[in-house]
């Protein structure tokens, strides 16, 4: 069997893994904003849209986006397909874990940003996120660990990653028990220390060590 | 040392009439009228829920209140018909020092950061001019030992103590105490107590809710006693811990100071 040829599914897998990442942190952050607005109205979207987005299996996202409603622009790489269903998916989740980190900081620490009249931008960046972040920081790597698994599932609409290549060289004759076997090794040279991290950051941060 | 009670009549420096504020049905502030002299001193007492801490919430707008009015320095800075704007929120609240019962201190930063923080991004003063201050101030709360640590590393008192010193960075014309030793052992207490002292001596504008009797006794020049969102009585220390007028005050001083 060909390791080389695992790897350039490994190469697929990263993109997947990285650019999805990417794509829910960013809407992600536009879901915690959404879930805290004052506005009801733009914490009722913000509702439906995660139920919409969680309710539906990634699977079925990936065949939507790449079959049905690409409109011409992700129905012709598979790969991109995968990145805007699992972001769209993991947005939703990652989102939700930002807006858990900003609730876990005790109200005090918002009050007295309030008494001493801070910026709301300082209160932000140096009282708030710097307790916030350990929190989001442990849930969305659990999240991040996830999606990794999820890139598997875009082998079916044909993306050129690990699982796609797997299948492929067992097609062509390799032994089917090593092949899979080895890419699922590979899965966990990349999570089993990413949860270790998350549990590690998670240890030092302050409101942990308070509870 | 006692204070003079009711001695020179002072310049009015706050002023708020008819406090109101409800949660959904249940009235916490029922018309609340409370005027404070430059320099004077005034310790709110009252049982636990009598609307004592949301009243000096309201004061620096923590809480917006529901009815009523606010003067501050001779001006009406807000009433029930003006709802006050965010840019004069935090204006008035650089004038007004706030120690709450669980100090709050920012939990990532060391004593001397809690205390420089707002010098720096709210007053404007360069980074080296707050640390001086800072660190003066708390040498003057008695914590010159402590500046680098984070508030997990001291205890409660010493907690209180650097966000008195956080608050006075900020050169506030008056202090709101919020039950400042409550959530402090009782041997811890008296450190946070003797630097209030020194304040409302120094000649601080102060209010002070708290169950600390010989504290206000001492050091304040008017009590307050609070019950179901209402003053109930309104007098000298001596007045209310020695003479009290009403039954629920008397029950209420007797029950807290022991007396059975």
Redesign the interface.
């Known amino acids: 069997m060909d390791l080389a040829y695992l790897l350039l599914g490994l190469k697929g897998t990263l993109l997947i893994w990285v650019g999805s990442l990417a794509l829910a942190i960013v809407l992600g952050v536009v879901v915690a904003a959404g879930r805290r607005s004052h506005s009801t109205w733009v914490r009722s979207i913000v509702r439906v849209w995660v139920a919409i987005v969680r309710g539906i299996p990634p699977l079925v996202w990936m065949l939507l986006l790449f079959f049905g409603l690409g409109w011409g622009l992700l129905g012709d790489s598979p790969i991109f397909a995968a990145v805007v269903a699992l972001g769209l998916i993991n947005s939703a989740y990652i989102g939700d874990s930002i807006n858990a980190g900003l609730s876990a900081v005790?109200r005090?620490?918002w009050?007295?940003c309030?008494?001493?009249?801070?910026?709301k931008r300082?209160a932000y960046l140096?009282?708030i996120l710097?307790?916030a972040f350990p929190i989001m920081l442990a849930s969305s790597t659990a999240y991040a660990i996830s999606l990794l698994k999820n890139t598997a599932i875009a082998s079916i609409i044909g993306a050129n990653e690990m699982v796609f290549y797997a299948y492929n060289t067992v097609q062509l004759g390799a032994d089917a028990l090593t092949s899979f076997f080895v890419i699922g090794l590979v899965y966990l040279a990349f999570s089993v220390p990413i949860g270790f991290l998350a549990r590690w950051i998670e240890g030092r941060s302050?409101?942990a060590?308070?509870r | 040392m006692m204070k003079t009670p009711n001695s020179e009549p002072t310049e009015v420096l706050l002023a708020a009439q008819g406090i109101r504020k409800s949660y959904g049905h249940l009235e916490i502030l029922r018309g609340i009228d409370l005027n404070l002299g430059t320099g004077e001193h005034v310790s709110v007492i009252g049982p636990s829920g009598s609307g004592k801490s949301t009243l000096i919430r309201c004061l620096?707008f923590?809480e917006m209140p529901d009815g009523g009015s606010i003067d501050f320095g001779g001006k009406r800075i807000w009433d029930e018909n003006s709802p006050i704007k965010e840019a004069d929120s935090?204006?008035h609240?650089?004038k007004?020092g706030?120690v709450?019962q669980?100090?709050?201190?920012?939990?990532?930063?060391t004593a001397l950061q809690n205390v420089s923080?707002?010098q720096v991004?709210?007053l404007g003063r360069s980074r080296k001019e707050a640390d001086d201050r800072s660190r003066e101030l708390l040498d003057q709360v008695g914590l010159s030992e402590h500046l680098d640590k984070h508030p997990?590393q001291l205890s409660g008192g010493q907690q209180q103590r650097v966000a008195i010193a956080?608050?006075l960075a900020?050169d506030p014309e008056i202090m709101l105490f919020d039950e400042p030793t409550s959530a402090i052992d009782p041997e811890m207490r008296v450190e946070v107590l003797r630097v209030m002292k020194d304040l409302a001596n120094g000649g601080m504008t102060m209010i002070s809710v708290t169950h600390e009797f010989n504290f206000a006794r001492d050091a304040a020049n008017r009590v307050l006693f609070l019950a179901n969102g209402c003053i109930v009585e309104e007098g000298t220390p001596d007045e209310i811990f020695s003479a009290p007028k009403h039954e629920r005050t008397q029950q209420f001083v007797n029950a807290v100071s022991g007396i059975v």
């Open positions: 005790p005090g620490q009050e007295a309030q008494a001493m009249a801070l910026p300082v140096r009282v710097p307790q302050v409101i060590q308070v | 620096n923590l935090r204006a609240r650089t007004v706030m709450f669980s100090f709050n201190l920012f939990a990532t930063h923080i707002a991004h709210t997990g956080r608050a900020m």
